[in-house]
Every structure is written in C-alpha cells, then in structure tokens.
C-alpha cells in the first residue's frame, strides 16, 4: 500500500518517501485493473454508507469473535474530530485485526462520523470487491484524499507498512515494518492533528506466510498497480499461493491503542523537511514496537490461546 500523499500518475517503488524508483504498467489482463484504478484516483467524493456499516457490523463481529480479541486502549481513541491512526499490517489478505481495530472505533463514534480507511489500491480496482470498500469507506491508499478527510473531521486508518508488512514472512510477525512509508505522519506535522498508534498482536500468526513473493510480484507487473508482493503461505495442504489461499488459524488477537503522539514543537513547515518527518515516524514505529514487543511477551502462544478459546465456545452450544 502507498500511503497518500504521493504523486498519482507514475507508480513508484523503493525506500522513504521521495526516494522512489519509477516502475512500467502493467501489462497483459492487468491493464483493466490498471485503467480501472486509475479511474478511482480520479474520483471526487465517496460512496461510504452509514447505513450499510451499520448492517455490517454484526457480521463482521461475528467472524472476528473466531479470532478471540482483546481490545486494550480503548481511552485512547477519539470520540470526535480529526483523527490519523496509523497501526501494523497483518495476515496478508484476511487482516482480522483491521476488523477489530474498525468495530472498536465504530462503538466509540458511531457509523455517521465520518471515517475513512486506506486500502489496497487493487482491491478498489476490482469489480464488487471495490464497491463494497466504497461502501464502508474504504479508499485508494495512492489517492490524495486522506489530507480532505481530516480536513472534513474525519477519522483515518491507515497501515504504512501496506502489503510488504502484511505479507512478510511468519518468521516476522513480531516487528512493526513501515518500509520507509511516511505519509500520514507528515500529513500529520502539516495539520498539527495528534497521531494515534494501535498495535495488533497474535494476528500474523493466522496466516503462515513464507516469502512475499517480491519476485514474482515484479514478473507480473504488479507494482505498477502500487501492489508488491505476490505472497507465498504455508497451508494445511502444503505450500501454495495467494490464488489458493489456505484458511487462516483461530489465533488469539490482541489490539491495544496507544497514547496520542504529538509534536507541539514543530510547525507546518515541518512537513516539508524529510529528516523532520523520518525522525518523527521513526518515533511512531519504536512505540509501536516497544508495545508489539510488550504484548509478544504477555499474550504469548496466540494461536494455542485462539484455538482453545474456539474450542471452549463451541463445546458450550
């Protein structure tokens, strides 16, 4: 995923922000998505349905209850206003914790704030898949709408480390991976709005993921779609691929939201300074780790945990 703020147009690759190598389209059948999201950076305004949300929540509850979350934080998150969460990517495409972290927020401010949540670009490219995101306010991570969503009083949700964090490998799972990405918090610097970290826990271990699959992503062309991983899991029927995805473990979750941070010191201009902005996310990122790093230790063995937790509540019915 690329965070918002960067150039639309050109797609690039590489390291901290303004350090980006320029990659070809994509070619073949991947044109159409192409086209297609392109089309979706082009938009004006959302399609995001409160009402819809509303009736997704009890679904979407449902499936993350097979997960056994904890929510730890819940003080910390904004009843109103302007708000940039920024939080690490897991469990390649099921992402349960996203859930959790959106359910918490939901039951905090309700479905008619508004709220917005960076996504993948190629899902939003994808037929039905992109209308539902739309829906529950879901848009392109690569689109320049985040700096009018908080302009707009709005929550937004995102996850810097984007595909790489969320596909890295399982051996992994315990480490906060940005990949240099910077956008949300020099969006932050720029408006003066505090940054609210969460972290998750125990979600990567659902998903046994072997490789990213950077190699084969770059084959197909992928990254001119913004995407860079084409990730290689372990399942229960051996090695496979994101084509055959295997089913992800019950592991246990835990979703902690950390204290606001806020650099009162520094002014607007700041934003525009790249050493500034790389200094303030690497702080963002050693919180975050200090707490992943905390809850490693104090909610260990996440799947054994879920499973047992699984097991207890259907021996129950």
Known sequence: MVITGEARGATMTGGRDGDRRPVPPPKGPLRFLARRLEEEHARTGHDRDPGYIERQVPRRRAVTACFSPEVRGLEHRPAEGPAPVIGNHNAAWYMPDSWVTALAFVGRRGTAHPACTLTFDLLSAVPLVGTFLGRIGAI?????????????????????????????????????????????????????????????????????????GAGIARWLGLPGMHITVFPIPLGPLGVTTVLLPPPPLPSSITVEFLPHLTW??????????????????????????????????????????????????????
């Open 140 to 212: 392109p991570a690569a689109s320049d709408d985040a700096a009018g969503a908080l302009a707009a009083e709005s929550l937004v949700l995102d996850y810097p480390g984007g595909d790489g964090e969320a596909c890295r490998p399982w051996t992994d799972r315990n480490r906060i991976v940005f990949g240099g990405r910077t956008g949300l918090v020099r969006l932050a610097l720029r408006t003066g709005v505090p940054v609210i970290p969460v972290v998750a826990h125990g979600s990567h271990d659902s998903v046994v993921v072997l490789s990213r």
């Open 264 to 317: 009162p010191a520094l002014g607007p201009e700041a934003a525009d300074d790249t050493e500034t902005v790389a200094r303030c996310t690497d702080e963002v990122v050693g919180v975050m780790q200090a707490a992943l790093d905390r809850l490693r230790v104090e909610q260990a063995h996440p799947v054994l945990r879920g499973t047992c937790n699984l097991a207890s509540r259907l021996v129950r019915r």
